[in-house]
């Protein structure tokens, strides 16, 4: 897995976090911190694109951080399990991964000075 595919599960984990705290934040230290991921998940969406097929990127990252805040919300939180859900999330899961198996290698960064 490349730097930049690192990057897109990274901001997805901040994603999950900013997400979580939109919801629960309470305290102006709770809203700092889900600013501070909101920032850092863009941050690192950006850089990652640098590299990566925008609408693959954004697409995993999105579908990381969807399946990521459901099982967050049921782990941490005592949302109800339901199985229709965590299979529909297996699935979110399966289209993910195979955008990234689908996914053509990093595009070459272009040398500087040369046209």
């Known amino acids: 897995m ?3 595919w690192i990057f897109i599960v ?7 976090g900013w997400v979580i705290g939109l919801k629960h934040a309470s ?3 709770e809203w700092g911190l889900t600013v501070v991921a909101i920032l850092a998940s863009f941050v690192l969406l950006i850089a990652a694109t640098a590299r990566l097929p925008v609408a693959t990127a954004y697409a995993v990252f ?8 459901v099982i967050a919300e049921t782990l941490l939180f ?3 399990f339901e199985l229709v ?9 399966t289209g993910v991964i195979g955008l990234k198996l689908v996914t053509p290698g990093e595009k070459p960064k272009p040398e500087k000075g040369v046209s």
């Not at 990274?10 to 999950?16: K, N, S, T």
């Not at 999105?62 to 805040?69: I, N, P, S, Y």
């Not at 859900?85 to 899961?93: P, T, V």
């Open 2 to 4: 490349s730097k930049h």
């Open 10 to 16: 990274v901001a997805a984990c901040f994603e999950i």
């Open 27 to 29: 305290t102006i230290m």
């Open 62 to 69: 999105v579908g990381l951080g969807t399946a990521g805040t």
């Open 78 to 80: 005592g949302e109800p």
């Open 85 to 93: 859900k965590a299979l529909l999330i297996g699935l979110l899961l």
